[in-house]
């Protein structure tokens, strides 16, 4: 190798770490593109996997249940990784990912449904096209005998609705219940299946599939009722499998319960996530026709969480039921040629990607330094880990001196980047990254306010979020603060109208935090509006996509800080020193003095969606005439 090759690698090594910041998989690589993975570490978990779809593709098995159990750091996350990149490109497997349980356990099921009805918009086996989609073809397929592709249905669907109106969609739909009622109890859902394959109604049809409320407009065009927000979680549960059984006609659901190590515990049953978690499995477990579920714990979550139950041997039995009943399969520390493949493999991806060629394939480390690091026997983790701090010839950036938060701030920013859509929709995750916020910067003066404390409301019947107190211009203030992203009328009344009473609940002012107008057919939550902002002092706030971006972001990072092994003040003292809390917009808009005025740039959702509606001429023969 000559001097000048030599000087181009080391001077991309002093540039790039490719392994700084990736200690942790987060839900992204899961979905697309994954960190480098060696199929031979921990290959008899995802070999057993594979061999339990494989039993219930040959109708040997219909539902199993596998556990995964494992240190931090083992590499429990990568195993599900490999697991969806394996059936990416087959139409075998419905892939279902869990890592995000929400701020409430207790809507643990309808968080559940909004996980699955986002992992079916996710693309199928064609490119454009999602799962949803595929499922409304394979269902008017079945219906009436045709072959027709997916792509073909969603090409057609804008003249067969222009030409026949909702009375064919109204036909459709019975046609295809009267085959499937067997499995589907509520026609709805199959009826916003087939809007899904309308490019202009399918993000409202997949909302409402998912238990959200539509705006009141949107749900009469398109005949989808609004549940009460007292049913939710009932509902939710009833929707999930009716979804889960329709689909396991065409594909087997792959369910993976993963990051059921955090130390959240309900607040109003006393049980753990990973308990509420295993609870919930066993219910999918006794209600879907077939799948495969699959849960990773650490041990001692499993010995001292799921073995602790009052009924644990039936919850057992359903999540361990395979490849031994009750036992879960143990993932394996890294011995030395692990060790190597591993280094290995992610420095063949960096110097591919930079089109470079090392000297040997493990430089800058040697095949001896790994020898020795894989005698301890170590964790993924702690082999990534190791590369990072070493990976510097000069330890320029030695550990004391690397900036350790910024990393995995990246990392989580770029998971943000790919779910903002969905998570701009959790009300309740919004809501507690902006209490973290203020949390960070109590004793700071922000427009005029002296932030003294925060105070999260907690009884069942309030709606607020949570308070700040503070002094403002020597007086004391008490900011009530409500996220709702929702679009139903009946939950923003029920909003305004605690934010503007202040008496109730100690309060100075309200504040309304919302990114969607207000639907003019909600006359009660537009006057609840008026008096709050011309009456009461209050305020609304827009959500802006890239100002909440990075307070999720590093929400995220301290939710996981020991995944990436960083302690509360590493992480506050970056918040500090980067001024990522201080210096945010939406921060000093909520702590502003009110301007009582309507936010501009609010998504409007009460356009009325163009559907005709022609009644006459129609017969039950119509929706042969769907490809003409």
């Known amino acids: 190798m000559t001097t000048s090759e030599f000087s181009n690698i080391d001077n991309l090594i002093q540039q790039y770490n490719p392994f700084a910041g990736h200690t942790v998989v987060r839900n992204s690589q899961v979905w697309g593109k994954s960190l480098p993975d060696v199929p031979s570490i921990n290959a008899h978990v995802s070999d057993t996997v594979f061999e339990a779809i494989h039993q219930i593709n040959q109708n040997s098995m219909q539902t199993v249940g596998i556990t995964v159990v494992g240190d931090r750091g083992l590499g ?19 892939f279902i990912y869990m890592g995000d349980y929400g701020e409430k356990l207790s809507k643990i ?23 949803w989609q595929e499922i409304a073809a394979h269902l008017i397929n079945q219906a009436k005998g045709w072959n027709y592709s997916a792509e073909q249905y969603i090409q057609k669907f804008p003249d067969w609705l222009n030409r026949y109106s909702t009375k064919a969609l109204d036909l459709l739909t019975d046609l295809i219940f009267s085959k499937q009622n067997q499995i589907i109890e509520n026609p709805y859902i199959i ?14 049809a997949t909302y409402w599939l998912s238990g959200m409320e539509l705006a009141e407009r949107q749900a009469q065009d398109m005949g989808l009722p609004n549940f009460k927000t007292g049913e939710k979680e009932v509902e939710s549960f009833k929707t999930t499998c009716q979804i889960l059984n329709l689909v396991s006609q065409y594909k087997i659901p792959l369910i993976c319960f993963d990051e059921l190590d955090a130390p959240y515990i309900d607040e109003f049953t006393g049980f753990s996530l990973p308990q509420i978690t295993a609870s919930f499995a066993k219910d999918l477990f006794n209600n879907i026709k077939r799948g495969l579920l699959v849960l990773a714990m650490y041990e001692p979550t499993w010995l001292q969480n799921v073995k602790s139950l009052q009924q644990a041997e039936a919850v057992i039995h359903r ?16 011995k030395p040629n692990d060790v190597i493949a591993l280094v290995s493999q992610w420095l063949k991806e960096f110097y591919a990607q930079h089109q470079v060629v090392p ?25 990534l880990g190791w590369c990072a701090s070493q990976w510097r010839k000069d330890k320029i950036d030695s550990p004391a001196n690397l900036d350790v938060v910024k990393p995995a701030f ?18 309740d995750q919004l809501a507690e990254t902006l209490a973290f916020s203020f949390e960070r910067i109590i004793g700071k003066t922000i427009e005029n306010v002296e932030i003294k404390s925060i105070e999260r409301f907690k009884q069942n019947t309030c709606y607020l979020h949570f308070k700040i107190n503070g002094i403002e211009n020597g007086q004391p203030v008490k900011i009530g603060l409500a996220v709702i992203q929702q679009s139903g009328g009946a939950i923003v009344q029920a909003i305004l109208r605690q934010l503007g009473d202040y008496q109730k609940f100690d309060l100075t002012r309200g504040c309304l935090v919302r990114s969607k107008k207000i639907g003019s057919n909600a006359k009660l939550a537009q006057k609840y509006l008026k008096e709050l902002q011309d009456e009461k002092g209050g305020e609304w706030v827009r959500i802006p996509e890239e100002d909440i971006k990075p307070l999720l972001a590093i929400y995220a990072v301290y939710k996981n800080q020991e995944s990436y092994g960083l302690k509360p003040e590493q992480i506050f003292d970056f918040i500090e020193k980067s001024e990522l809390v201080i210096k945010n917009s939406i921060i000093s808009e909520i ?14 959702e009460d356009i009325p969606i163009s559907i005709p509606q022609v009644t006459s001429g129609l017969d039950s023969d119509l929706t042969y005439n769907f490809l003409d």
């Open 319 to 334: 999540i361990a039921s395979y490849p031994q009943l009750g036992k879960p399969i143990s993932l394996n520390y890294l």
């Open 359 to 383: 000297p040997h394939p493990l430089y800058p480390f040697t095949e001896a330094q790994l020898i020795e690091l894989g005698k301890l026997r170590p964790k993924t983790r702690d082999v």
């Open 591 to 604: 702590l502003s003095d009110p301007s009582g005025q309507t936010p501009d740039g609010l998504i409007d």
């Open 76 to 94: 429990k996350t990568q195993v599900i990784s490999r697991i969806r990149h394996h059936y990416k490109q087959t139409d075998q497997v419905l």
């Open 109 to 131: 099921k309808s968080k559940f449904l909004e996980t699955l009805t986002s992992s079916l918009r996710a693309y199928g086996q064609y490119e454009g096209i999602m799962q």
């Open 410 to 427: 990246e990392n989580e920013l770029a998971e943000i980047k790919q779910k903002i859509t969905d998570l701009l929709e959790d009300s």
């Open 191 to 204: 009826r916003a299946i087939l809007w899904t394959l309308s490019r202009p109604h399918a993000i409202y």
